[in-house]
């Protein structure tokens, strides 16, 4: 084929403008003529269809008052106007207006015609549907601005990199608020040049994910802010292929540092205090561990361990409320610390508590008002017992607490740690034992542990257990030891005395079991039972021979049940009340010690019971040291004179002086006066030779049970 051969095809003159005209009459694109006025001349079928104008509708008409609308860009068509007023051609894109309504696009080919060198004759117009492609792009531009909204309000820092220039092209407004940096200093990539080694691995694999193509992340690290400080951070990231072939990265950033912040403040509240700030008694356990292990690496060294339990604290508690009690609790912290300080800086300088700490020097709190303190060095018990010194020094001025002045006492177990120790756990326990020891000895008062003070506690914690059932099954019962009057011999009244008989351990004697009854408050309970029983036993007897029976009954009170007055009052009341005993056939005993552990309260719980009748005794009276002075403060009805003094009656002349001087201050004051544990007739004589009133003790008779104790009466009253 040769291109001359095309030339036999073209068509001749005459069928040349028929030809145009078919053309141009089905070709799919609008197209139409206009005169220089504008006005149309002819049109196409597209033309109709488009417009929704036919032709003889179009004819005469101008294209603008057809197709345009008032959405219709002006400066377009001002731009169009002047180019054909120019004659020339113009092509413009045009929002056109339907006869039926449709907005439709028009890419518009104007063009002069007419012969060469005249003016034109007129314009014709090819014309193009453009509505689906600018909808389309409508379309697109608002999904680029919804992206790019989202890429700005987006709280995640956001950025994209161009992997060949590993340079970052855009950025976000939160990765800026994350970094501190700026825009600028972000896209000339100055943010990413100061970067904490902690980050380098992340930025490695980050680095391998973008060249594998894979997603990467999320990845915890941590990047610099730009005034310095450290940014907690999470990472993630993703790369795409861009059209080109070239990788672009993105990298998405969380600021985690608030979240990071609260995780430590768990992980370290989980460890502390939340009342003092002092370590709790999980950081104990691990610093033990911790001391333990220098004692196996380093032979020699040891240290102490002190536990302390604040003397009293449950009555503070609760007279005073909770929050003073908390407030005591703080002022006691900051004096341990004070305590440590001093003492870190006698054994070796230091003069901070941090430092103090640095040494392993450890105060913490161990909940309720028990306190743990680590003493690194301090191996000997000489070394320990000063601390512990210091401690008791630290804690002598009184706290102010809600206005008032308190004091403190501690009392302290010391276990003492060597390479032979086998675990914190052991040494702990052995503090708490030797604290047990020390409370026992009385406040302020500090005690070692030893090997046998185990086995000690171990029956008292025997004790315990037993108790806590104990009058439940019937293992508790009473028995009354007879008060006789020294003039006449004949029993007035009795004291009623508990025993128990533990299932193993046998008859434990009252002195023993009281005393951990009062330790852990079951002697509540016990104080009530004793006090109903003996009430009905003196109802029982009264019933049975009311001419001989006891007239009164006497019954031990504890300090403990003393610290909660109004509880006791309500006992006592309805005791006497169940049993219909008349108060006056009702005495309290109370020794010197628990008056003096709360001098007013005591007062008026012993005036409030003497309103109602019932009359009070001060037991063991003697034993104390300001038993004289107590007397005169105190309006008691009967004094009972310990057993100690009666025991050395006969055979010591100063005591002998003494006693004769204590019952005549006794009966001076009004008072009846009772010698306790009289067990022969010389003692019986000198108390009679003294003037004292009554005898109790084995001279008279033995504590019995209530039978024995009525057939006695009956007897001495009978002959
Ligand atoms: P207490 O109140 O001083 O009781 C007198 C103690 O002296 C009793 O010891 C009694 O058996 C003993 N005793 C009596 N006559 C003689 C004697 O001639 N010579 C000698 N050496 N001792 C004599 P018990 O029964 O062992 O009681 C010891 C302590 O236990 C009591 O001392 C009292 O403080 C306490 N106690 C006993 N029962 C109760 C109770 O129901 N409540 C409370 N809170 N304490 C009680
Ligand atoms: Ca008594
Ligand atoms: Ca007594």
Redo the contacts with the bound molecule.
């Keep these: 084929m040769n291109a001359p051969l095309a030339h036999q095809h073209l068509l001749d003159s005459a069928t040349l403008p028929s030809a145009w005209r078919a053309l141009a009459e089905r070709c799919a694109q609008p197209a139409l003529v206009t005169d220089t006025t504008r006005r149309i001349t002819w049109a196409n079928a597209a033309f109709s269809e488009v417009t929704g104008y036919s032709l003889e509708e179009a004819l005469g008409r101008s294209p603008g008052e057809l197709l345009q609308c008032e959405q219709t860009d002006p400066t377009t068509i001002q731009r169009v106007r002047d180019a054909l007023n120019r004659g020339q051609s113009i092509r413009c894109q045009l929002l056109n207006r339907s006869r039926q309504g449709r907005l439709y696009w028009l890419d518009m080919d104007i063009h002069p015609f007419g012969l060469a060198g005249e003016a034109p004759r007129g314009f014709v117009a090819l014309a193009m549907d453009m509505t689906a492609q600018h909808e389309l792009q409508e379309r697109e531009a608002a999904h680029a601005r919804r992206l790019k909204a989202l890429f700005d309000l987006s709280p995640l820092g956001l950025a994209l990199f161009d992997m060949e220039t590993k340079r970052p092209i855009e950025c976000n407004a939160a990765l800026s608020r994350i970094n501190g940096f700026s825009r600028a200093d972000i896209l000339s990539g100055e943010a990413m040049r100061h970067v904490p080694d902690a980050h380098l691995p992340v930025r490695e694999v980050w680095m391998a994910s973008v060249r594998l193509g894979e997603p990467f992340g999320p990845l915890e690290s941590v990047i610099l802010h730009r005034d310095g400080h450290r940014v907690d951070v999470s990472m993630s990231g993703a790369s795409t292929q861009e059209p080109g072939g070239r990788r672009m990265a993105w990298l998405m950033v969380q600021d985690i540092s608030k979240r990071r912040t609260t995780e430590r403040l768990l992980a370290e509240s989980a460890r502390r205090d939340t009342l003092t700030g002092l370590p709790n008694r999980n950081r104990l356990d691990d610093h033990l561990e911790h001391m333990l292990a220098r004692t196996h690496a380093e032979a020699g060294w040891g240290f102490a361990v002190l536990l302390m339990d604040v003397d009293r604290f449950k009555v503070i508690n609760e007279s005073l409320g909770h929050d003073a009690g908390d407030s005591l609790l703080v002022s006691l912290a900051e004096r341990l610390k004070q305590a440590v300080m001093v003492s870190a800086r006698l054994v070796s300088g230091i003069d901070s508590l941090a430092a103090a700490e640095q040494e392993g020097w450890l105060i913490a709190r161990f909940g309720g008002d028990e306190f743990a303190i680590v003493a690194p060095g301090l191996s000997t018990q000489l070394a320990a017992a000063s601390f512990a010194e210091v401690v008791n020094g630290q804690l002598q001025p009184s706290h102010r607490i809600s206005g008032l002045e308190i004091q403190t006492t501690v009392s302290i177990g010391i276990a003492l740690a060597h390479a032979g120790t086998a675990a914190a756990v052991n040494l702990v326990r052995d503090a708490d034992t030797a604290m047990y020891e020390a409370k026992r000895l009385g406040r302020r008062q500090y005690a070692f542990f030893d090997e046998r003070m185990r086995s000690r506690i171990s029956r008292a914690l025997h004790i315990e257990e037993g108790l806590r059932h104990a009058h439940i099954r019937g293992q508790l019962r ?2 009354f ?1 007879p008060i006789v009057d020294l003039e006449t011999g004949l029993p007035t009244a009795a ?5 128990w008989t533990h299932p193993t351990l046998g008859q434990v ?3 023993e079991f ?1 005393a951990v009854a009062e330790e852990t408050g079951q ?1 509540v309970e ?2 009530r039972w ?1 006090l109903f029983e003996s009430c009905a036993a003196w109802t029982r007897m009264h019933r049975e021979a009311p001419e001989v029976a006891p007239q009164r009954i006497s ?4 300090r403990i ?1 003393m610290d909660d007055g109004l509880r006791l009052l309500a006992t006592v009341r309805a005791a006497l009340t169940d049993t219909r005993m008349p108060p006056e056939a009702l005495q309290l ?1 109370i ?1 010197e010690r628990e008056v003096m552990s709360d001098p007013d309260g005591a007062r008026q719980l012993i005036d409030t019971l003497r309103r109602m009748g019932v009359r009070i005794a001060m ?2 009276f003697g034993t104390g040291s300001s038993s004289l002075a107590c007397l005169r403060e105190y309006a008691f009805d009967t004094v ?1 004179i ?2 100690s003094f009666v ?1 050395d009656l006969c055979r010591d002349a100063h005591v002998m002086a003494v006693a004769h001087a204590t019952v005549s201050v006794i009966e001076n004051l009004g008072m009846i006066s009772v010698a ?4 022969d007739d010389g003692e019986v004589a000198a108390l009679q030779g003294m003037g004292c009133r009554y005898g ?4 008279f008779g ?2 019995m049970d209530e039978a024995a104790l009525l057939a006695m009466f009956k007897a001495a009253y009978q002959r």
């Design positions: 009473l028995v030891q004291e009623s005395l508990l025993r004697p009252p002195d009281i002697i016990l104080g004793a019954v031990n009170l504890s049940q005993e020794t037991d063991d009972k310990d057993k025991k306790e544990g009289v067990e109790q003790g084995w001279r033995r504590p």
